[in-house]
């Protein structure tokens, strides 16, 4: 009875040990597979996840530029390096730390192609100014968010017109264009001046203030707008 235990105790021990060293050769394969990996290897891994920092109109141009450097893969490349996606305003980079003709190809190409990429759709697109930033964009993505940048401005300087008795004063040509079918023909008055034989017509701030709620109201249009195509 005393012997069947000890018996009963050492076949669990030993199951337990076997157990245990299986275990352990699983996870020694496992660690092994992912040491395996060449150092270029891990750095493209690296960069695919990161792929969720990259702008979505510019993901699919990663994604070719990723399928590329797996694809040119080989023992000559294994101790080289791509270093993280530099997010620029111009276009999106990886580094690499040897220079390598194919490598550099595919690196350019990438910079090139997202030079022209709307960051926001993925159509065609051109570097624009928005605000102070700088972004690639097609004209669908940019025209709504432009327009609303120059609303926001002169809400802006509107609301504070009357407060400060703003003498600021306006000509036709000094309105960013995209704001100009907000104001009706009949507030501009003649400044007396001419332009190219063209009568110049100005509108001083406050009388601009008389539309603010058009203003507003547009501006508060276009959120929606490009909240739905968001979130598309
Ligand atoms: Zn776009």
Known sequence: ???????????????????????????????????????????????????????????????????????????????????????ADLNLDVGVTKPDSCIDGILRKLRLRTACTCELCGATGTLRSMDRTLQVMCAECAAPRLLRFWISSFVQQMAGALPSGSRLVYTYDQVPLQLRPLIPATAWSASGESCKGALAVSLSLIEMAAFQGRFEAVGNSLDLLVAAKDSQ
């Open 1 to 87: 009875m005393f012997q069947n235990k000890r018996a009963g105790l050492d076949r669990s021990a030993s199951y337990t040990l076997s157990k245990a060293k299986t275990v352990n050769k699983s996870s020694i394969k496992r660690q092994s597979t992912a040491d395996d990996r060449s150092p270029f290897e891990q750095s493209i891994h690296r960069l695919a996840a990161r792929a969720g920092d990259v702008p979505i109109g510019w993901r699919p141009v990663y994604h070719k530029a990723l399928v590329a450097l797996r694809a040119i893969d080989c023992p000559a490349r294994a101790h080289i390096q791509l270093t993280s996606p530099r997010m």
